[in-house]
Each structure stands twice: as structure tokens, then as C-alpha cells.
């Protein structure tokens, strides 16, 4: 019976001979269904990387104010610059990874280092960041 006219056809028969409904064209899979949650997500990891870099570079420029602060050598203060420099550094470049995560979650690709970006992001803005990793992570199937 066809499906489209309702007309008994042979079992086999890849063509309608009534209607011409053709039997041999295979539907395709689904169009991705694309919304907004990796955009979102992106802009999210994006500000959370820019914050992360701008605390990094914020902590790695405030190590000279110390020695203009201090009135008299006391001791610790040249480890204390020493480990805020360090400190400064990871930022920078967690933030780099944000920053590039988030990039790559508002493009929809490289889903890998989109997770990653946002996973790093995370030291800038928490909660907000945290929230981007979610949303980027549930619409995985966006991705390229």
C-alpha cells in the first residue's frame, strides 16, 4: 500500500505507479537544531577569562608597589613579590585559556577547548563562568 496515495502496489515496487511516489529517496538526518546556550556559555567564559587576565596582570604590576610602600627593609617582603608574581602569571594565562575557550564556544567549535577555556575561566568569575561551562557543556551537540 502506498503511503501517499493509499493504492495497493506491489511489496518491491521502489516507485508508486499511481502517484510516483518514490520509494528509494532516503530522508536525511535531522537539521541540527541550533540555539543560543553556546553563545551564552561563550560570552560567559569569555568575561570570566578577561577577568582572570586583568586580576594576573593586576597582581604581576602591583609587585613594585611594595618597595615603595615600605619605609624600611623588612624581611619577606622580596618572597612575598616573588609568589604574587607567580601567582600573576597563572592568571594571565588561565585567562588566556578563558579568553580562547570562550571564543571558541561562541563559534561552535573545537568542543574540547571550549569545556577546557571554561574550566580555566572559572579562577576570574565563578559562578558566571561556571554557568557558561554548563551551558556550553549541555549543547554539545552544536558543536563542529
Known sequence: MCVQCGKTIAPDANVCPYCGHDYRIQAGPPAKKKTVMPVIGGIMILVGGVLSLVAGIGL?????????????????????????????????????????????????????????????????????ALIGLILVGVSKDEFE
Not at 104 to 110: C, D, G, L, S, V
Open 60 to 128: 604581576v604590576a602591583s609587585v613594585g608597589a611594595f618597595d615603595s610602600l615600605m619605609l624600611v627593609d623588612v624581611e619577606g617582603v622580596d618572597m612575598l613579590e616573588d609568589l604574587m608574581t607567580a601567582c600573576g602569571i597563572i592568571f594571565i594565562i588561565l585567562g588566556l585559556i578563558g579568553v580562547l575557550g570562550g571564543v571558541f564556544a561562541i563559534m561552535r567549535k573545537h568542543f574540547g577547548l571550549a569545556i577546557l577555556g571554561g574550566v580555566f575561566a572559572l579562577a576570574g568569575w565563578f559562578i558566571p
